[in-house]
């Protein structure tokens, strides 16, 4: 079965700087997908990022970036320019390839400080 | 865009008692899903259906039973609430047409078993 970690389990950032979300995984498979999914108070789970396995380049959405690390089974999200609505918690998630069955870690709760 | 709604946001009920707590979809998915969010433990798994009629157990499915009678609509049941069931349930679905298709996820309802 695959495991997510996420090490981190709250962090906090000044409003307009960077900050990094760690995630690492245990799988034996070789093509796989991974995600970072956002949870606003409001409790509505959002799609921030995803990742395929067999791509080399790191996928970024904005100010949303990752650093994958195939060999080293770890996934980390970066937010520039923090905002105040970054304020969630964030969960990285783990997807066997050709199966929708999503295995998540257990959160990082990120508050961005005005 | 996708919408899943489950029928409540916060529910109360006592120890023993049956709970139906429902999803429904409008995107004509074909993957549903029911997670528990608890602190500390991310999301766990503990149902999926992958077409009418058809459930897999995920990580914790004691306890817990589920019906998808039309595509569109996934039930979760507690066939006698316990206090350990109280927590956050997510629903979400997905396509079966890409491979790497996300979770859509519903608002969530919080269940208070006293």
């Known amino acids: 079965a695959q495991t997510v970690t996420q090490s981190q389990p709250e962090m906090s950032v000044q409003e307009a700087e960077t900050v990094t979300l760690s995630c690492t995984y245990d799988?034996?498979?070789?093509?796989?997908?991974l995600f970072w999914y956002k949870q606003p108070p409001s409790r509505q789970m959002i799609l921030v990022i995803r990742q395929e396995a067999y791509k080399q380049q790191n996928a970024t959405e904005n100010r949303f970036s990752v650093n994958f690390q195939k060999a080293a089974k770890s996934f980390s999200l970066k937010i520039s320019d923090s905002q105040l609505g970054d304020t969630a918690m964030y969960f990285c998630a783990f997807m066997k390839y050709n199966n929708n069955d999503m295995r998540f870690g257990a959160g990082t709760r990120l508050t961005v400080k005005p | 865009d996708v919408k899943v709604t489950q029928s409540s946001r916060y529910l109360v009920k006592r120890t023993g008692e049956k709970v139906f707590l429902e999803c429904v979809q409008d995107m004509d998915h074909e993957n549903m899903f029911w997670y528990r969010q608890d602190p500390g433990l991310g999301l766990r798994l503990i149902y999926f259906?992958?077409?009418?009629?058809?459930?897999e157990k995920g990580d914790i499915p004691e306890g817990y039973s589920v019906s998808r009678e039309k595509k569109e609509r996934f039930s979760l049941i507690l066939e006698s609430a316990s206090t350990n069931q109280t927590s956050m349930y997510l629903c979400a679905s997905s396509t079966q047409d890409s491979l790497d298709s996300p979770l859509h996820f519903g608002n969530g309802t919080r269940l208070t078993v006293t």
């Open positions: 259906s992958y077409d009418v009629k058809m459930k």
């Open positions: 799988t034996s498979e070789s093509n796989y997908y």
